[in-house]
Structures are given as structure tokens and as C-alpha cells.
């Protein structure tokens, strides 16, 4: 099978072709420079060329764009999308149930939302992690270490310039209940008719026909999950910077005694060797993502670091919990599991090597491949 | 021995005599109306009059009502007052130190809160049902829980729109999460602060305790989640048609427990069970602990939920009379209110035997 990969700047996308070709698949890997512009016609057109040109038969992306699935039904090509990131706006186009697309979510939850809605082309495959990773020999930098966005600058709610005090008293009402309750992604459901009538008043969000996600799902996903995650970061960090030193990897700054701003790390060799280096990773999966694993739970586990996440309840059904990776269930447990594993350092460092096994047994790129492969190659042979 | 029983409205009351009597006291009943709780003089007055023509060895209650407490100190007879309502207000009274008092919570972590009041005659009890087969009224579905008092507190009009709109999110989203009670932890010093200003309590005796100030907001929260399920509940039963309202028990008979209650079982949804109603329950940790779910008792975690499951058990007759003759069984074993009315008659001769 011909592959063209298109890769925009994302993470792991030399895993993926690399596993593609040991796997036979013939790939031609295409950079852009930036993520695709839908209405970039001149690219379409360049594209529409070459895939007729070189014959490709499968086109794949990380995340999902709507301008590719309609390339490919034109093009009469398959779509491979793995998805990523979450929320992802693009997975509410109506080109999501395009009969070309193969799309991956690894959040069960959603995967099985869109199976509800009758969208056949979405199937669920948890993230995988990277093997071989080279044990660093350094030795540890630091006790505590968060390595992530704290959504100051990338969450929409701050932008709203007015709403009624009422309203914006309910709306942070609901996000400081969302930040204790861990497992239950509620937020959508708190959103009424009567509330966001009243919200649109204030706020224009408009998609377009393209578009089939309700405002509800807009508004708590784009705007309400991603503030959730700054106040929560936020709120944890600043918890637990007055008992340890937490270095803090981010593209923006938390200005609080005990907190040592690293600047970003890039993606890759480097960021493996700060999990690494770090006795505890923190990890903080977004709340919209309702019951999936991260990839940031994956790439500290596959670099032998030990991971210290919130809860999710896929967790349970692929890590050990206690045994290859720890839980916190409340900004309390955090605290004291962070004390009892700084102090207990040989039972963390089973853990983290634990960890870093299941990655390799479990969770690596071949399995995932093959397993999204198997589902694409089955459907190549039905409509043979 | 004589007991008297102080009739004050709550449905146990005549369960409770008629165990009395079984254990051969003579029980007398006093049903005077009582115009205040905590100072209504001519009720003391009578009160204490009838203790002492009848002859009372105790006198019993349930719930705590102050001017009884007040009566049973003038004639030095013990005041049992078991409480299994969803109020605890009139605890704060200065009346719960009296030495003849032994009171009996059907909520634990309430009875640790005033133990110190007055130790050695606070006790947590859970309440106790009799077993006695009731009729049903076929094909309809109704709620369990009766006279339902809330909320006691109201916020000040003069308060913020921010802290009306915060304080609705709050209940809102507590409202859909079951078996984990995070108000406590949500509300930061400053927000308390400001909601302690804005949350009135009109019923409190001029001799009241303090109540702590998170106390009073949990309180306040609660009652309005548990006065919002219950209607929302009641409009899906409602909505179905066949909601009966009213004596009787139904095919299907709704638990709404109130979000107070954490550590206790409610009384009305044992006495729908010990008479053979089938039971379903918004999840409580206490409630999941007692009893096997799905065998016994049923449970429901949210609304779409609870409308599922009455339409599923109205249909499935025989799956429903299983469990509610294991719920039954499980209510005759553990909660047999002979049990408690014993367990009361040991903790006040022990507690005057002291």
C-alpha cells in the first residue's frame, strides 16, 4: 500500500512512518510547515495532483482535518487520522462521517459518544509510547516536575470581555466544582438551553454548516475545560510549591516562591531526559477528556520516569495502578503521595521501571500500527 | 413502668408506642399542639402536669423538642428523644446539656458533632422499622420520604449576583455527583466569609449555640440539593403518569435521601421496605454499605437513571418482588425497631445507673 504521511508540526510523527515502513508499507512523508489552512486552495490543489499522480492509496495525519477527509473522498483515497489532542474542534465536522476516514480517539468515552451518534468511522485506540528510550546516567535534577500548559494564554474564557455577574458567578461555581471531582466530566451537562441562550448573548461562536457540535460542547470544551485546567494547574502547583521545589517546564510562567520556571522543553530526547532526571513527574489530563490516557502519562512512562496523574478510568484497564504509575484523587493526595514517594525512593523507582515495562509490552507504536492497519487493510479488502 | 410519648407530627411515633407496649409498659400519649419549640410555657406546663398525673417513668419524643427537655428537667424524669428527621437545629439549644436528657441521632457523624454537649447521653442510633406487610397500590410509583423540612436558611436579596450565580453553580454540580460530598472543600475562607453574611437562619431559639459557619453553609447547600432532586424527581414520576402521592405503598417506591444524611439510613425508606415496598435509592454511601444492591435495594446515579429503572422494574413484576422481599428479610434482620427500642431502654438504665 502507497502512504502519503503528512506531517504539521505535531508529536511523534517519525515513531509512526518509522513502524509504517518496518511494517512494509511504502511511505512518502510530506512536511508543512503549519497546521493546514482550510481555505489554502492552492495547497488542495497541489495535493489533489499528487496523490493522483503517485498513486497513493491512504493518506495519514496526526488529529483530524476536514480539508484532508474531503481530499481523500474526492480523491476516492483512504483517511488515517490518530488523534491526539483534546478537545478537538476539528472532530466535530460533519466530514468526521466521511465513509473514506479512519479516525483514532484514545478516549474511550468519546469514541463510544460518536459510535451513539451513528459515526462509524471512529475507533478506539489508546496512545502508545516510545521504546528504547536511553537511560539517562545524570542522576536526579529534581524532586518535583510538571511539564505541560497551564492554559493562562490558551483558554477562551479569560477573553470573554463581559458577562453578567450572575452568569459569571455560575460559570466559576461549576468549574471550581469540575476541579474536585475526578472520573465524571460534567461540565457539558451543567451548560442548560436557558444558560446558554443567556451566554450567546455575550459570546459569538458560530462554526458554520460544517459544524454539527452543539454550543454546549463548544462552549465547555473550548472555553470552560481548558480554564478548568489553568485554575487546577495552577491551584496544584502553587499547593505544592510550599512544601517542594517543583520545576515547572511550560511555555508560561507561574511567578510563586519555590516554583522555577524552565521555559519549554522541546518534544522528544530532550523532554525524555527531564522525566528522567525528575524523582516525580506530575501529570494533569484535561477534564474534556473523559476517561483517556494522555499522552504526557505515556511519554513519562515510556522514559522510564515515574508518573504521579490524576485519575482516569482507563487507567485501571492499562497500568497497574500503585505498581506502574500512581494516582491522585484530591490537591491533598497529591501532596502526600508527592512526600511519601520522595521519601520512599526505592518503591518509586520499581515503579517507574514497571512503568517503562508495561510501555514496552503494552503500549508501543508496532502494536498500535498494526492494529490501526489491520482495521484499514479490512476495510481496503470489504470494498474490494 | 409508664412512658409517655409526646406526639410532635413524625411518623414513628406510633410504631414506637405500639413496641412500647409490646414490652408491657403502659404508654400514654400527649398531643398537645406546640406553638414553639423552645419556649412555649403553657406547653411546659402542661407537659409537666401529665407527667406527673400519669405517673411517667420517661418520656419520649421523636425528635428533640427544647420545651420537652425543659418539662422532663422540672419533673426529673429521662427525656428520650430519638431523632430521625433530617433537622438537627434544635440541638444547639442550651436544653441539650440537661442531665435527663438521652438523645438518639439517626446520623452519626451528628451525634459526634454534640456528644461533647453532653457526654454519656448522645448516642447515634439508626432508626428501626417494623415488619408489618402493606398493601399496595398497584402500578404507580411515588417517593418515600415525607415531611420534609427545608431549606431553613435563606440568602439575604441584598447579596451579590456573583455569590447568587456561584452559589447555583455549586448546588448544581453537587447535585450530580453521588457518594462524594466535595461542597466542604469548595468553598475558599473568603467566599465563606462572604456567604456568612448573606445566609440567614430565622428558626433559632434565643439560647442556640453557635453554629459553626461551615456547618451552616453545608447545611444550607444540602437542603437546597436535596429540595431540587426531590422535585426533579418527582416531575419524572409525574411525567409518567402514575405518580400516587399520599398512604400506601406503591409498585415503585423513590428514595430521595437528603444530602445531610452521609452516615445514616432514612427512616421512611426503611418503613416502605420492612412493609415489602420495592425501594429505589440516589446512591449514599451508608444506604450501599447496608444493603446488597441490586438484590435488596436498588440504586440510581443520576436522573436519566432513576426514569430507566422505574420503567424497567414496573415492567419486570417478579425481578422487583425478589428484591423487595430480600429487602424485607434484610430490614427484619438488622433494622428491627423491637432491636432499637431495646438498645434505648439499655443506654437510658445504664446512662441513670451512672
Not at chain 1, 496526526?62 to 473522498?73: C, D, E, G, T, V
Not at chain 1, 545524570?138 to 479569560?158: I, K
Not at chain 2, 460530598?181 to 430565622?202: A, M, Q, S, V, Y
Amino acid at each position: 500500500m502507497k502512504i502519503l504521511f503528512l506531517e504539521w508540526p505535531c508529536y511523534g510523527a517519525e515513531n509512526w512512518i518509522r513502524e509504517l515502513e518496518n511494517q512494509g508499507y511504502e511511505v512518502t512523508h510530506m512536511k508543512v510547515p503549519h497546521m493546514l489552512d482550510e481555505d489554502d486552495m492552492v495547497f488542495q490543489n497541489r495535493l489533489v495532483e499528487r496523490i493522483k499522480d503517485k498513486g497513493y492509496e491512504l493518506l495519514c495525519t496526526f488529529n483530524f482535518l476536514p480539508m484532508l477527509s474531503i481530499i481523500a473522498r474526492n480523491t476516492n483515497i483512504r483517511y488515517l487520522s490518530w488523534v491526539y489532542d483534546s478537545p478537538l474542534l476539528t472532530m466535530y465536522s460533519v466530514e468526521v462521517g466521511s465513509p473514506n476516514n479512519y479516525i483514532f480517539l484514545f478516549d474511550r468515552r468519546q469514541y463510544e459518544e460518536f459510535r451513539d451518534k451513528g459515526i462509524q468511522t471512529v475507533h478506539y485506540l489508546p496512545l502508545a509510547g516510545v521504546t528504547g528510550i536511553e537511560k539517562d546516567s545524570t542522576g536526579y535534577s529534581s524532586e518535583v516536575t510538571f511539564v505541560g500548559a497551564l492554559y493562562q494564554t490558551y483558554n477562551l474564557f479569560d477573553e470573554i470581555k463581559y458577562l453578567p455577574d450572575r452568569l459569571k458567578g455560575y460559570l466559576e461555581g461549576i468549574m471550581e466544582a469540575q476541579r474536585r471531582v475526578y472520573g465524571y466530566y460534567m461540565l457539558p451537562e451543567l451548560l442548560s438551553e436557558e444558560l446558554l441562550g443567556e451566554i450567546l448573548k455575550y459570546i459569538k461562536m458560530d462554526l458554520g454548516d460544517q459544524y454539527w457540535a452543539s454550543y454546549r460542547d463548544i462552549f465547555a470544551s473550548q472555553f470552560l475545560a481548558k480554564k478548568t485546567a489553568n485554575l487546577e494547574r495552577e491551584s496544584m502547583l502553587r499547593y505544592l510549591a510550599q512544601y517542594f521545589r517543583i520545576y515547572l517546564y511550560s511555555n508560561e510562567r507561574l511567578e510563586v516562591p519555590n516554583i522555577i520556571n524552565c521555559g519549554t522543553v522541546p518534544y522528544g530526547a530532550e523532554m525524555y531526559k527531564v522525566f528522567q532526571r525528575s524523582k516525580i513527574n506530575i501529570n494533569s489530563t484535561l477534564r474534556c477528556i473523559q476517561t483517556g490516557i494522555n499522552l504526557r502519562t505515556m511519554d513519562i512512562l515510556s522514559a522510564g520516569g515515574f508518573c504521579l496523574t490524576n485519575y482516569q478510568e482507563e487507567l485501571s484497564s492499562h497500568f497497574v495502578i500503585g505498581k506502574e504509575l500512581e494516582v491522585y484523587e484530591s490537591e491533598l493526595d497529591l501532596l502526600e503521595k508527592t512526600a511519601y514517594y520522595l521519601e520512599h525512593e526505592e518503591e518509586r523507582e520499581e515503579i517507574a521501571r514497571n512503568g517503562k515495562k508495561r510501555i514496552e509490552e503494552s503500549h508501543t507504536y508496532p502494536m498500535r500500527v498494526k492494529e490501526m492497519m489491520d482495521i484499514v487493510c479490512r476495510g481496503f479488502a470489504k470494498s474490494n | 413502668m409508664r412512658a409517655v410519648i409526646c406526639k410532635v407530627g413524625q411518623r414513628m411515633e406510633t410504631a414506637v408506642a405500639e413496641e412500647l407496649r409490646r414490652e408491657a409498659l403502659e404508654v400514654g400519649e400527649f398531643a398537645r399542639i406546640l406553638k414553639d419549640k423552645d419556649y412555649d410555657v403553657e406547653y411546659i406546663q402542661a407537659l409537666s402536669d401529665y407527667i406527673k398525673e400519669y405517673g411517667a417513668d420517661m418520656v419520649w419524643s421523636m425528635e428533640y423538642i427544647p420545651v420537652i427537655s425543659r418539662a422532663c428537667l422540672v419533673e426529673k424524669v429521662p427525656y428520650v428523644a430519638w431523632i430521625i428527621g433530617e433537622s438537627w437545629n434544635t440541638l444547639y439549644s442550651s436544653t441539650i446539656q440537661n442531665p435527663w436528657n438521652f438523645v438518639f441521632v439517626a446520623e452519626g457523624h451528628i451525634a459526634e458533632r454534640f456528644w461533647k454537649k453532653n457526654p454519656g447521653h448522645i448516642f447515634y442510633l439508626p432508626p428501626g422499622a417494623k415488619a408489618d406487610v402493606l398493601s399496595e397500590v398497584p402500578g404507580t410509583v411515588g417517593l418515600c420520604n415525607w415531611n420534609m423540612e427545608y431549606p431553613v436558611y435563606y440568602m439575604k436579596e441584598d447579596c451579590s449576583e456573583y455569590m447568587k450565580g456561584y452559589v447555583r453553580g455549586l448546588i448544581e454540580a453537587q447535585q450530580r455527583v453521588y457518594g462524594y460530598h466535595f461542597l466542604p472543600n469548595l468553598i475558599t475562607k473568603k467566599r465563606k466569609t462572604e456567604l456568612g453574611k448573606i445566609l440567614l437562619e430565622p428558626m433559632r431559639g434565643k439560647d442556640y449555640y453557635q453554629k459553626n459557619l461551615q456547618v451552616r453553609i453545608d447545611d444550607f447547600l444540602c437542603d437546597t440539593i436535596t429540595r431540587n432532586e426531590r422535585e426533579e424527581a418527582v416531575q419524572i414520576m409525574k411525567d409518567m403518569e402514575i405518580f400516587h402521592e399520599g398512604d400506601g405503598l406503591c409498585t415503585v417506591n423513590v428514595n430521595v435521601a437528603s444530602r445531610k444524611c452521609r452516615t445514616g439510613i432514612p427512616y421512611d425508606m426503611l418503613r416502605v421496605m420492612g412493609a415489602g415496598g420495592f425501594v429505589i435509592t440516589n446512591y449514599q454511601d451508608k444506604i450501599a454499605s447496608s444493603f446488597v444492591i441490586g438484590e435488596e435495594i436498588v440504586v440510581y446515579e443520576d436522573m436519566k437513571e432513576l426514569q430507566d429503572k422505574i420503567e424497567y422494574y414496573l415492567e419486570h413484576e417478579e425481578e422487583r418482588k425478589q428484591i423487595a422481599i430480600r429487602g424485607r428479610r434484610r430490614v427484619k434482620e438488622d433494622f428491627s425497631l423491637q432491636q432499637r427500642v431495646g438498645d434505648v431502654f439499655y443506654a437510658v438504665t445504664e446512662g441513670l445507673r451512672r
